[in-house]
């Protein structure tokens, strides 16, 4: 696969500051590329950590606070020479994941089922002056008879450096335009995990496109040597949050319950974690690029979903690949059998 290593991650350079929580800026990539020295602070990520909310409240578009109702399932267990090959065995289980702690202060929750609310919010997110970056996932409700086909996404969560959005479209007459508008964007840039399969699929559901989107599996493989394996395979939001945010990201039985109902508030809190453990593990790694010698090309980990087909960013056709990513010793299928029941059983 031809790859225009012209256009490098070395395009994007991070400023942060405690008080403006995600700064993410674009540079040029010639201007990067022509210096042999890059300002990044050398101070590790430090996020701020608030207050506790008050008790939730369930209702349109309101903040809505902190839950406790949250069962975890996932947790790193795998044998001791998957362990070798897996950076995020390299602790004990971490806390659960909280938005709050990672978030800046001014950040809230906003839980939407009105589409003018979706699409009033939404312009306001995309009028931000610096480049927009949001973490994005998607839920629907799941089905238990095999063979059934899949029920359409019924909730869309926008995590960006000011709000995070629960866009509840399964409550709405209608796909928002405004939603639609800032997903076949090419100037907001979506990151997420599993996000190939999610951006195929919202064009089955609701026919829309999802322009610059960035799988962060492969860009923690392009980015982190530790990480072994195939290139393509699947790296867990959890097993992400556990490595470079020493958190993990419970599952558990809300993963599986009914997105197609008003949102209770541990659902809420599920959703919102998810997408901003998203937009907190790209800062992560965009910053481990950068103090690369020679960071990853954008290909590499960089795709558009148009109209449910994978593309670069000349239309043609994308798949994953790294010509430089090192797979390293493949697991044996008794190690892999292993750690799939660890975790199952966890």
Same mark, same amino acid.
């Given at each position: ?9 070395a395009?994007?350079? /991070? ?9 993410? @800026? ?10 042999h020295s ?6 590790? !990520? %430090?996020?701020?950590v608030t207050?506790?909310p008050q008790r939730p409240?369930?209702?349109q ?18 044998s001791?020479a ?11 289980t971490?806390?659960?994941?909280d ?7 001014? /950040?809230?929750?906003?839980?939407? @089922?009105?589409e003018?609310?979706?699409?009033a ?7 931000r002056?610096?480049? +927009?970056?949001?973490? +994005? ?6 089905t !238990? /008879? ?8 019924a ?13 509840h ?17 090419? %100037? ?20 829309v ?6 799988d ?15 290139y ?8 992400l949050?556990?490595?470079? +945010? ?10 599986? %319950?009914d997105?197609?109902?008003?949102? %209770?508030s ?5 959703a &919102? ?6 937009l907190?593990?790209?800062r992560?790694? +965009?910053q481990? &690029?950068? &103090? ?13 979903a ?9 239309g043609q ?25 660890a975790?199952? &059983?966890?």
């Amino acid at each position: 696969m031809h790859l225009t290593c012209r256009r490098v991650l070395a395009c994007l350079a /991070v400023t942060s500051s405690p008080s403006q929580g995600y700064g993410i @800026t674009n540079k040029t990539c010639c201007g990067l590329l022509a210096s042999h020295s890059r300002n990044i602070s050398s101070e590790p !990520f %430090s996020p701020s950590v608030t207050n506790s909310p008050q008790r939730p409240v369930r209702s349109q578009n309101k903040i809505v606070g902190r839950s406790t109702d949250v069962s975890p399932r996932h947790r790193s267990a795998f044998s001791s020479a998957s362990r070798n090959m897996d950076p995020s065995s390299d602790s004990a289980t971490p806390a659960p994941y909280d938005w709050r702690t990672f978030a800046p202060s001014h /950040v809230r929750l906003r839980y939407i @089922t009105s589409e003018d609310t979706a699409n009033a919010r939404i312009a306001r997110m995309m009028t931000r002056p610096s480049p +927009l970056i949001v973490g +994005l996932d998607f839920e629907w409700r799941p089905t !238990f /008879v095999a063979g059934t086909p899949e029920n359409p996404i019924a909730l869309v969560q926008l995590a960006s450096e000011e709000e995070i959005l629960l866009v509840h479209v399964s409550a709405m007459k209608a796909f928002p335009t405004g939603l639609r508008d800032l997903l076949e964007s090419g %100037s907001c840039r979506k990151v997420g995990v599993g996000i190939q399969y999610d951006c195929k699929k919202v064009w089955r559901d609701h026919g829309v496109s999802v322009r610059n989107c960035v799988d962060l599996s492969l860009l923690a493989r392009s980015v982190d040597e530790r990480w072994k394996g195939p290139y393509k395979a699947g790296i867990g939001l959890s097993r992400l949050a556990q490595t470079y +945010l020493k958190r993990r990201v419970p599952k558990g039985r809300i993963q599986r %319950s009914d997105w197609e109902m008003e949102l %209770s508030s541990g659902q809420q809190e599920y959703a &919102a974690n998810d997408s901003h453990a998203s937009l907190a593990i790209y800062r992560v790694l +965009l910053q481990r &690029a950068l &103090a690369l010698a020679a960071p990853p090309a954008t290909e590499c980990f960089r795709f558009d979903a148009i109209k449910g087909v994978l593309r670069d960013d000349e239309g043609q056709p994308w798949f994953p690949f790294n010509p430089q990513y090192e797979p390293g010793p493949q697991e044996t299928r008794t190690e892999r059998v292993a750690g799939t029941a660890a975790v199952c &059983a966890a």
